[in-house]
């Protein structure tokens, strides 16, 4: 009889100590979710976002003249952050396209989406709504199938291009005079190589997507200004080029 009696306290005392585990545990996972939906404000967006990926380069003085400390300093650099329009804020297109934070991992997919709804919330000082919205990509339009024609069209020859973009005049006009100087060798800055076509297109980053120069790292680097930090800034004859090689298929010609 005694032995039954301790054998009962002692599942009582498994039974309360489980249902404390329990309430500890659930109280654990809703303190997890609420720190996830806090990042709701430029504040705690600053806080868990940009001080801890952009602010040991882009603090103040930072590179490429971009100061990220503070609200003003954010919102009087040109281009940095365009209110409603994130495809036309730096700061968005620059963490989206991986070319940001540079030498560091890629910003994830949660923080890029935060960055983008406080944009289009307004880029407000305060707060903001923030569900992670997934930007979604545009519905094609179809295009209507023509009546077949009675008798074929002419084939067309198109002209000759009077100037053919090459390869070699990006390389030796461009990135040999204006970005090998940190772009090249064992330890190229950013793991960004741009010595030799073959490097260049075998970046992990989107260095150069063939046929889209606005998802190009090195296109997109130049035209914000952020590239190359030091020294005069690329001449806009030269940004043409690189533009209209990539948008022709940047081939190795």
């Not at 609420?34 to 404000?41: A, D, T, Y």
């Not at 997919?109 to 569900?131: C, K, L, Q, R």
């Not at 545009?138 to 009077?162: G, I, K, L, M, R």
């Not at 590239?227 to 806009?236: E, F, I, K, S, T």
Request: charged share 10%; hydrophobic share 35%.
């Amino acid at each position: 009889m005694l032995f039954l009696k301790k054998f009962l306290i002692i599942g009582i005392n498994c039974s309360l100590f489980a249902a404390c585990n329990y309430h500890v545990n659930k109280a654990q996972l809703d303190n997890s979710a609420q720190s996830v939906q806090q990042i709701n404000s430029f504040s705690t967006l600053k806080t868990n976002i940009l001080d801890p990926q952009c602010i040991r380069c882009h603090g103040v003085g930072g590179k490429g003249g971009v100061d990220l400390s503070n609200y003003n300093s954010i919102m009087t650099n040109p281009g940095l952050v365009m209110i409603n329009n994130i495809n036309a804020s730096r700061l968005y297109t620059e963490v989206e396209s991986g070319s940001m934070p540079d030498g560091g991992p890629v910003m994830n997919s949660e923080d890029v989406a935060t960055i983008a709804a406080w944009i289009n919330a307004g880029a407000p000082d305060g707060t903001f709504a923030n569900t992670n919205p997934v930007i979604p990509t545009p519905t094609p339009v179809p295009t209507p199938t023509p009546p077949p024609a009675q008798n074929p069209p002419p084939v067309v020859t198109p002209p000759n291009p009077p100037n053919v973009i090459s390869y070699n005049d990006v390389q030796t006009k461009l990135f040999n005079v204006s970005c090998t100087r940190c772009h090249s060798g064992s330890k190229p800055s950013g793991s960004v190589d741009l010595s030799s076509y073959q490097k260049t297109m075998a970046n992990s980053k989107k260095v150069v997507v063939p046929g889209n120069a606005t998802k190009s790292i090195a296109y997109t680097e130049i035209t914000s200004g952020s590239m190359p930090p030091r020294g005069p800034a690329v001449d806009p004859t030269l940004v043409k080029l690189l533009n209209d090689w990539i948008n022709a298929g940047a081939k190795n010609n």
